[in-house]
């Protein structure tokens, strides 16, 4: 163990198994083994700290040269004191100087941050102006129209056919006959019936025959004229004939239908309802009927019957109307559309239908305020006076009465003037701050 001293005079302290050439002038491109370097410091944020951490480690340095030197007054020499004092007189002014860089540049970053985020706050929005006005609600449907009733023509008899008195589409009397079989062997029987009740009649006269013998003949006779009617078959009101499916010379059967008979003073609009809007019908309602056979021309009539079943294939619902047929103009099979008045009301509180968001079973709109600070002296509703204005957004709660695809009718909730933003495409919730790009106070949506 022995000390140790620089060339300058510095007391290096005992040293033990010291480098016998420990202090002598190192030869060309040899070096000492270097000392890993340390780790740099890193922010606790993530970002490297810089100047910081240069003048911490600088510091470090001077420090461990001032701790590990052993000051030797005689062999000190004046200009490492210097050297010393002007080392940390520097490190002590750049201190100070990275701190103000830092201060400046963390002022602007936050002054940018803050101007950024009220930027994004600021939601450009479109308003609808709440307002009271009569509410109709229909829907458009399509259909036909059929006759009050459509009878099926059959003979009651068998024969062959002899003739058809009418065309399809004809006009036909209550009481005309529409068509008939061969009606010879029924004339016959009901020539050779009524000779028969004449004659037992002379004989019942004349006292040969008691009564019953003429009241049998008679019922022979009215039992061949019944058969003669079979032979024909008779309008059993006022209509047309719709269709024939048999022609002249053809044998017959009662089961054979030989065309159809269609009574026309009344008919009917049969309409689909697709299944979303069958809840909305109701016995009564009325309807504005069009054919595409009579333009400009319109009917009227009300709902006689909702059938209780949904077409599984179409999935709609039939509702049957009936329709004055004044003139005799509509004819079954015409095309048909309607409009059906559902749901009246004077003077309600209407909002569009993309104003309003479902939540739990409630529903909810986003009215929108001017700030309160900005109020004064303004115009138009709550204070505003068009478009650009800003304003805070309030969630609220409201009832509706009624709802179309279109519109909505708010029991509670909502006062008229009141502004609420029209389209929700986005979340919204209470203070968010908007701008108003469009103001809209006409009912078209």
Do not use: C
């Not at 005079?9 to 190192?26: S, V, Y």
């Not at 490190?91 to 830092?102: C, D, F, H, N, S």
């Not at 504005?288 to 294939?313: H, K």
């Amino acid at each position: 163990m022995e000390n140790y001293q620089d060339d300058n005079g510095f007391d290096m302290g005992e040293t033990e198994n010291r480098d016998p050439d420990a202090g002598k002038p190192r030869e060309e491109g040899s070096f000492p083994e270097e000392r890993k370097p340390e780790e740099p410091v890193v922010d606790p944020e993530g970002e490297d700290p810089g100047i910081g951490a240069f003048l911490n480690k600088l510091f470090v340095v001077a420090g461990g040269i001032l701790t590990r030197v052993k000051w030797d007054p005689e062999k000190v020499k004046k200009n490492y004191i210097w050297i010393v004092l002007g080392v940390l007189l520097v490190a002590l002014v750049l201190a100070r100087t990275a701190g103000e860089i830092k201060n400046i540049i963390t002022g602007i970053r936050g002054k940018e941050e803050k101007e950024m985020v009220e930027f994004v706050e600021t939601i450009p929005v479109k308003v609808y102006t709440v307002k009271r006005m009569d509410f109709k609600d229909t829907i458009p449907v399509m259909g036909r129209i059929e006759g009050s009733r459509e009878i099926d023509l059959k003979f009651e008899t068998s024969g062959i056919l002899e003739s058809f008195n009418f065309e399809e589409g004809e006009r036909i009397l209550e009481g005309d006959i529409i068509a008939s079989l061969n009606q010879r062997e029924a004339l016959l029987k009901l020539k050779y019936a009524a000779l028969d009740m004449e004659k037992a009649k002379k004989i019942l006269d004349l006292g040969g025959h008691d009564k019953i013998v003429y009241e049998q003949k008679k019922l022979e006779y009215e039992s061949a004229k019944r058969d003669l009617e079979k032979t024909n078959i008779y309008a059993p009101a006022d209509g047309y004939l719709g269709s024939m499916e048999k022609h002249v010379g053809s044998y017959l059967s009662p089961q054979d239908k030989i065309g159809s008979f269609v009574e026309y003073g009344k008919v009917y609009g049969v309409f689909d309802i697709i299944e979303e809007d069958s809840p909305k019908m109701e016995l009564g309602q009325n309807l504005d009927i069009f054919l595409d056979a009579y333009p400009g021309e319109s009917y009227s009539g009300t709902v006689d019957m909702i059938s209780p079943v949904i077409e599984g294939r179409t999935r709609t619902q039939k509702i049957k109307v009936e329709i004055d047929n004044e003139g005799d103009l509509l004819r079954p099979g015409m095309f048909a559309r309607a409009v059906i008045n559902t749901y009246e009301k004077k003077d309600a509180l209407i909002i569009p239908s993309a104003s309003f968001k479902k939540k739990e079973q409630k529903y909810f709109v986003y009215t929108v305020h001017r700030e309160e600070e900005n109020a004064e002296g303004a115009e138009g509703a709550e204070g505003f006076s068009g478009e650009g204005d800003m304003g805070i957004v309030e969630e609220r709660e409201i009832k509706i009465e009624y709802l179309t695809h279109d519109m909505a009718e708010v029991a509670s909730g909502l006062e008229e003037g009141e502004l609420v933003i029209r389209e929700l495409h986005r979340e919204y919730k209470d203070k968010d701050k908007v701008e108003i790009t469009e103001v809209q106070e006409e009912t078209i949506f």
